[in-house]
């Protein structure tokens, strides 16, 4: 398979995600500033996993950029991510309902920390298939990865940990691989 098809299937289950997300997203039935107030927890829950699926976005669209090779294992491991990541809508939905529930926001954490090891999953098929692609990829994967887990511990003390904590811990994300940043830096000279 071509990565650019990967890339466009990826691409377009991310948009979906995105759309669905924004669609439990009910109207407003006071239309004043307090019925926005009213709904500020839907859409602090909605910018939240709106932005991590966005800076998972930017940083797939990175990391495959940087690799010339898509085999099975890639295939499956991308499927795998956008599995998790099809599960945000209805736990953030659930968040949304439940903001100051101890279980909506730590099924949050889960969810992000099940969609961090896919993501490990996906970086290893790709250097496996990459070999040269692994001194690219730097080690920020595991720092989120331990990061998430403190974030799941807090949430037994302050729910709303849960969904802020993974929001902080994909601010991390913001900027992509530094490392293949200065590789297309080079190309391009």
Avoid at 81 to 90: E, H, K, N, Q, T
Wanted: aromatic share 18%.
């Amino acid at each position: 398979m071509s990565k650019s098809r990967l890339e466009a299937f990826t691409d377009a289950v991310i948009a979906i995600i995105m759309t669905v997300l924004v669609l439990e997203l009910g109207p407003l039935t006071d239309l004043s500033w307090h019925g926005l107030w009213h709904i500020r927890t839907e859409f602090l829950s909605y910018i939240f996993s709106f932005f991590i699926l966005a800076v998972t976005w930017n940083n797939h669209h990175h990391m495959l950029q940087a690799a010339k090779k898509i085999d099975g294992s890639v295939l499956w491991a991308n499927m795998n991510l956008l599995f998790w990541l099809s599960l945000f809508p209805f736990v953030t939905a659930t968040v949304d309902k439940n903001w100051y529930s101890h279980f909506a926001e730590t099924l949050y954490v889960i969810l992000y920390l099940l969609y961090n090891v896919a993501w490990n999953i996906l970086r290893m098929t790709l250097t496996h298939a990459n070999p040269k692609l692994g001194r690219f990829l730097g080690y920020k994967d595991v720092y989120t990865f331990f990061g998430v887990l403190v974030v799941m511990f807090l949430t037994f003390f302050w729910a709303q940990a849960g969904i802020i904590g993974c929001f902080v811990a994909t601010l991390f994300w913001i900027i992509p691989y530094r490392d293949i940043e200065r590789l297309f830096a080079k190309s391009d000279n």
